[in-house]
């Protein structure tokens, strides 16, 4: 069975700390991609990358980075946390125009 | 660019009810337009999907047909269930794009 693994479901920081979210996919897909998930505003795209050590801005990436250092592997930084980046947070794969698979979510509360 | 609007919930039905949602969407080119399901608890998964103009998606009871001249792609379904308790998103992804664009979502409660 496919899986998008999110390595934390549930996460508490405080204000200030950099914070990594990570994600692991096991079926060798190109192309990996960073959600936020806010009530009333659907998902709304952090970061991408379609290749290992490639990374593209996606509408919302302003206080976060990113990192494919292996193509199974796709990590999301909050350098320095803050209250507006509580959120849920969606880490999906796919191949070429195929469909997304989503890992579970990581519900993260800045404090 | 392209965006995505649906209908706003949440939306509570009784068992054996009829469910519509409503999509319409603004894109370039000829874009192709999905439904995704998120049950509580879990991350989204692709319920139905749609490629071209007049084409039909359809699962586990649910339709959807893809109208260009309307830019609509509504989704349905003639019985639904307690199970079918979710929230529905619509999105739709550009032939030359990797990305999708997403709809806000909407919650769907179904009642016994």
């Not at chain 2, 307690?82 to 619509?90: I, K, R």
């Amino acid at each position: 069975d496919v899986k998008v693994t999110q390595s934390s479901r549930y996460l508490v920081k405080r204000t200030g700390e950099k914070v990594f979210l990570e994600c692991v996919q096991d079926m060798d897909h190109e192309n990996m991609f960073w959600y936020r998930q806010d009530p009333g505003l659907g998902l709304r795209l952090i970061y991408f990358s379609y290749d290992v050590k490639m990374k593209e801005k996606g509408d919302i990436p302003e206080g976060y980075s990113v990192s494919r250092e292996k193509k199974e592997r796709f990590s999301l930084i909050l350098e320095s946390a803050s209250t507006n980046q509580t959120s849920m947070y969606l880490c999906a794969s796919k191949e070429g125009n195929e469909k997304l698979f989503f890992g579970s979510g990581t519900q993260l509360s800045v404090l | 660019g392209n965006s995505v609007t649906q209908m706003e919930g949440p939306v509570t039905l009784s068992e054996e009810a009829f469910l519509t949602i409503n999509c319409t969407y603004t894109a370039t080119g000829y874009p192709s337009l999905f439904w995704y399901v998120q049950y509580p608890g879990e991350g989204l998964q692709l319920l139905l999907k749609a490629t071209k103009a007049d084409d039909k998606g359809s699962n586990k009871g649910f339709e959807a047909t893809y109208r260009k001249e309307t830019t609509s792609f509504h989704l349905e379904k003639g019985s639904v269930q307690v199970s079918d308790s979710a929230v529905y998103f619509c999105a739709l992804s550009d032939v030359n794009d990797y990305k999708l664009s997403f709809g806000a979502g909407t919650t769907v409660t179904v009642r016994a």
